[in-house]
Structures are given as C-alpha cells and as structure tokens.
C-alpha cells in the first residue's frame, strides 16, 4: 500500500493559464474525490469518482474546472483559463467500495497551486 | 443539512497534560464522524471514525474520541500530550443516508503543545 500520490506538489502559473494535477489512489480503491482547500478552512468537495463514472459535482466546481478519471484508476483535475482565487491546495482521497473501510477516506499530499 | 463546528480555532496545552479538541455536529439521522490531523504543506491523515457501537473510539497516535449523541458532540482527547502532536486537527461529518461524498469538514484547531 503505497497510499495516494499526487503530482505535481506544488505549481505557479500564471492568470489565465490551464493547469492539470493527477491523482494517483490506493490500488483497490475504486472511489477517487477531489476536494479544495484555502487557508485557514477545512477541504470543500468538488466531486467523486466511483471507477470512471463522475457520481458527483458540487456546485464549486464552475465551468472552468473539469475532471476525468478514464479508465477507473488515476484521475486529473484541470483548471483552464487560471484565476487569483483558484489559488488552494487541491487534495485528492480515495477510499474502496467494500469491506469495512468504505466510510474512511484517505488523503495524498495535496496540489498547493499559486496563481499570480 | 449537515454541519460540524470547531469552536476552537487554537488550543494550547503544556506536554504531558491531557488535550482536548472539541467538535460538534448537525446531521439528520445517525452520524459518522470523523477526525483527521494534518501536518504543515501535507495532506489529511486519518486518526479515527465514529460509525456506531461503543461510544468511546480509539484511534491512532493515542488519540481517543468520545461519541455523545445527546450534546451532538465528538471531542477528540489524549490523555498525555507530546510535542509531535502539534498540528492542525478537523473533524468531519456525514449523514446516515447521505452519499460517500457528503463529508463536511469543520474548519480545524490548531494544536500547539508547548515542551
């Protein structure tokens, strides 16, 4: 088990550019989530993966911010067209579908994105 | 609509005395609670979850978390403090019913142990 990854760590683009973060889960967790969090605050859910299918979206997530997760295993989360505010640390967690952890989420180490 | 509230934004406790971390919650229907700590430029760490049984949850690094449905309340507690547990620590909550996503994070405590 070698845990969540995500890729890159840290990124600095500037105002209104695209950027792309990857999330890679645990091996047999077959649920992927993407959460948003600023300074100061607890993660926000943007949206949940179960294999490929994208279950649920919230309402944070506008039209600029899109993600994909192709073949059930690792996901992207794009963000085109930067704006100040999207500067956060974007987590990904995942957690399985069965068992007795399917409540547990577990988290990678985070995207912090810097936008100037 | 569910909510959780940490309504302590720091606390500060002297190495060795036991912490307290407080949380409170909202939901419709039973809870599952949860705690996580993390620490400076990381992501979460899972400590322990409430789903249902015994309302005292033991979970990692010594941390335990008291379940009291009446009061709505799930503090996190450690009998004796250690300067490695000085972070930044969010409780969270979902509904009974509620899908795998609806986690709601509170908004954290930060925890300074002083030596």
């Known amino acids: 088990d070698t845990g969540v990854s995500q890729d890159p760590r840290h990124k600095i683009t500037k105002r209104g550019q695209n950027v792309t973060f990857r999330c890679d889960p645990i091996?047999?967790?077959?649920?992927l989530y993407w959460y948003r969090q600023t300074l100061g605050q607890g993660p926000e859910f943007l949206t949940y993966f179960q294999n490929e299918a994208q279950l649920e979206k919230s309402r944070l997530l506008s039209d600029r911010f899109s993600a994909e997760r192709p073949k059930g295993s690792f996901s992207t989360l794009e963000i085109q067209r930067t704006e100040q505010g999207d500067s956060a640390m974007y987590l990904c967690a995942s957690s399985p579908s069965s068992g007795g952890s399917t409540d547990t989420q577990y988290f990678g180490p985070g995207t912090r994105l810097t936008v100037l | 609509a569910q909510s959780v509230a940490q309504p302590e934004d720091q606390v500060n406790v002297a190495e060795g005395n036991p912490l307290t971390v407080k949380c409170t919650y909202s939901v419709s229907g039973n809870p599952y609670l949860f705690w996580y700590v993390q620490y400076p430029n990381r992501g979460l760490q899972f400590l322990l979850k409430?789903?249902?049984?015994?309302?005292l949850v033991k979970g990692s690094y010594g941390f335990e978390a008291e379940f009291n449905k009446s009061q709505t309340s799930f503090h996190l507690k450690k009998p004796s403090a250690l300067v490695s547990d000085s972070a930044l620590y969010f409780c969270a909550v979902r509904g009974f019913k509620s899908s795998a996503s609806k986690i709601i994070f509170g908004s954290g405590t930060r925890l300074s142990i002083r030596p």
């Open positions: 091996s047999e967790h077959n649920r």
């Open positions: 409430y789903i249902t049984g015994d309302n």
